[in-house]
T-cell receptor, first 111, second 113 residues
Framework: GQSLEQPSEVTAVEGAIVQINCTYQ??????LSWYQQHDGGAPTFLSY????GLEETGRFSSFLSRSDSYGYLLLQELQMKDSASYFC????????????FGAGTQVVVTP | DVKVTQSSRYLVKRTGEKVFLECVQD?????MFWYRQDPGLGLRLIYF???????EKGDIPEGYSVSREKKERFSLILESASTNQTSMYLC????????????FGQGTRLTVV
């Protein structure tokens, strides 16, 4: 089994940088992924780390360290439209692709 | 673009009714999932399916069942709806070897009265 923990809320101003941490306890997984969900919308896939290290996609970057059971999503040059919930998720090994999510982090961007 | 379509956006049902939530995906994905989302609890997995007629329980399967007779369609069934099943229900699909990428439908807001 597994559990993923992330902060419930983060507030920052436009233009700032925000880091959302995700710590996990799992018996084995293929990789760590991140999703964004705006109020009233569906979660959308942002990034995936299969290996340790940093993956960069525009203003967003994601990092994984398996030895530390830890990952993070970095949001740079924050914009108002980045106000949303962000979820980390793992695909468990030996479970036919079962995808489990954390409870989510609400990011609030202020002017 | 991948499309995951849920049959209803909003649904109101009475306690004790049998409720069917339908989900269809058009990308030939092997995996399909049903989650419920409640404030502060994130996305909790109810059931998932990795192939036609194959299913696995998630973390909160009690009171629910599922059906996958065709690859593109995954149905969630509430055998006897109760008020504590009032929630947002999200369907998702992903390829078997797709890493962490899953694609979600727009959700069904179910209210049980």
């Amino acid at each position: 089994g597994q559990s993923l923990e992330q902060p419930s809320e983060v507030t920052a101003v436009e233009g700032a940088i925000v880091q959302i941490n995700c710590t996990y306890q799992t018996s084995g997984f293929y990789g760590l992924s991140w999703y964004q969900q705006h109020d009233g919308g569906a979660p959308t896939f942002l990034s995936y780390n299969a290996l340790d290290g940093l993956e960069e996609t525009g203003r967003f970057s994601s990092f994984l360290s398996r030895s530390d059971s830890y990952g993070y999503l970095l949001l740079q040059e924050l914009q108002m439209k980045d106000s949303a919930s962000y979820f980390c998720a793992v695909r468990e090994k030996g479970s036919w692709g079962k995808l489990q999510f954390g409870a989510g982090t609400q990011v609030v961007v202020t002017p | 673009d991948v499309k995951v379509t849920q049959s209803s956006r909003y649904l109101v049902k009475r306690t004790g009714e049998k409720v069917f939530l339908e989900c269809v995906q058009d990308m030939d994905h092997e995996n399909m999932f049903w989650y419920r989302q409640d404030p502060g609890l994130g996305l909790r997995l109810i059931y998932f399916s990795y192939d036609v007629k194959m299913k696995e329980k998630g973390d909160i399967p009690e009171g629910y069942s599922v059906s996958r007779e065709k690859k593109e369609r995954f149905s969630l069934i509430l055998e006897s709806a109760s008020t504590n099943q009032t929630s947002m229900y999200l369907c998702a699909s992903s390829p078997a070897a797709g890493g962490g990428s899953a694609f979600f439908g727009q959700g069904t807001r179910l209210t049980v009265v």
